[in-house]
Structures are given as C-alpha cells and as structure tokens.
C-alpha cells in the first residue's frame, strides 16, 4: 500500500468508448502526476498538477484529458482512443516544495485498447 | 530535451553485487533518483543524489558524478526479491517552460537473480 489508490486497476475499452481513470491520494500531497509506461520504453510525463501550475507535455493528444478537481484526486478522461494508447497508466503524488527526486506512486490501471 | 540510457538486461546470482549504470543528458540539472518496480507494482524510490558522490542506504548504493553526467545504482547481496526493473531518473527542468522541476525517466534495467 503507498497511499495512493488507482482504479480501475484494468480496464478494456473500444476505441469509440469514453472511459476515466481515477487516482486518490492519501499522504497529504499537494502534487499530482499522471505518466504512461509502455512495455520497454521510458516512463512518459503526460501531465502535473500543483499548487504552482499545471503541466501539459504537449506531445500528448488530446484524446486525453486531465481533471484535478481538488489536491488528492487525480482523473484521466479518455475518449477515441487508439491501439498505441494501449499501455499502463501510473499515478503519483509529492509535496511539491520536496526536492529528493522522492514520487510516490499508485499501481497503475492497465489500459488496454481493441 | 531529457535522455537517459542504461541497461535493458543484468543478471546476477543471488549474494553477488551488481551496477545498474545511468548516463544522462539534460538542460538543467538538480539530481538523479533511483526506482524499483516490480512485475505488476508500483515503481518505489530508492534514493536520491543532488551532489557528487556515494549515498549509502542499507544493500543498496546510488553514486553520482555530475561532470560526467553519470551515475550508478549499486546492490549486494544480491537475493532473489531484488529481481525487479531499476529506473533511473533526472530530476530537470522536463515539459515545463516554469520552475517546476520533473522526473524524467529512463527506460529501465531488468535485473534477473538467478539462485
């Protein structure tokens, strides 16, 4: 258990659907993450949230969409996705004034694509 | 931009040490942290260099020389749960034009402990 809960932990969606993922943190963060890891590819920053700003990287489409309605959820609405988005989808959460490289991560929701 | 590079494979056997290595290239540097992840888990953090040297934390050892833009993760005694990925990752500038400082991340070393 790492304090931060992430569900569903497996969901399979056709690409017409329209699906979210949720994550809740339970430390107290005021720093939220969603990054995508794909089978041996580096961890992909998608999207922050802190109390100093949100963080969009830009190479993410916009068939995902962010909301963070308040300091411990953390939601991913997806909609017309695509195979290639078919990955694991990982939460995290920090302090944002901490500086040890520390990020405390659920255990992901296994998106899978058809 | 951020890259890193290390490993895709270390096998080791059970009580040997083994190094994961980790170069990187980054516009704005202020440390390098190490995760754990196991099949099916969470990654967990494992430590954190902001300056040169060894930071010592139980079997395990991260180093980092920031000259070289290199750093290494360290585990002996090996046992058989170590058997997990290892990530490195540069804690820079990232995505963001602002302040905030992100975590990339490299693609991660597979260790395998064989008994």
């Known amino acids: 258990e790492t304090g931060v809960t992430q569900t569903p932990r497996h969901l399979v969606m056709g690409m017409t659907n329209k699906k979210s993922l949720k994550c809740e943190q339970h430390l107290g963060h005021n720093a939220m993450y969603w990054y995508k890891q794909s089978a041996k590819k580096p961890l992909e920053l998608m999207f922050v949230y802190s109390l100093e700003e949100r963080v969009e990287n830009n190479s993410v489409p916009s068939r995902f969409s962010p909301e963070c309605p308040n300091s411990s959820h953390l939601f991913l609405h997806l909609h017309t996705l695509q195979p290639e988005d078919s990955a694991l989808y990982l939460c995290?959460?920090?302090?944002?004034?901490?500086?040890?490289?520390?990020?405390?991560f659920g255990e992901g929701s296994r998106l899978t694509v058809l | 931009g951020q890259s890193l590079e290390q490993p895709s494979e270390v096998t080791a056997v059970e009580g040997a040490i083994v190094q994961i290595n980790c170069t990187y290239q980054t516009s704005g540097f202020y440390g390098l942290s190490w995760y754990q992840q196991h099949d099916g888990g969470a990654p967990t953090f494992l430590s954190y260099?902001?300056?040169?040297g060894l930071e010592e934390t139980g079997r395990f050892s991260s180093f980092l020389s920031r000259s070289d833009s290199y750093g290494y993760l360290l585990l002996q005694e090996l046992q058989m749960k170590d058997s997990a990925s290892y990530f490195c990752a540069v804690r820079g500038r990232g995505i963001s034009s602002g302040s905030a400082r992100q975590l990339t991340f490299g693609s991660g070393t597979q260790l395998t402990v064989l008994p």
């Open positions: 260099n902001a300056l040169d």
């Open positions: 995290a959460s920090k302090y944002s004034t901490t500086n040890t490289g520390e990020l405390f």
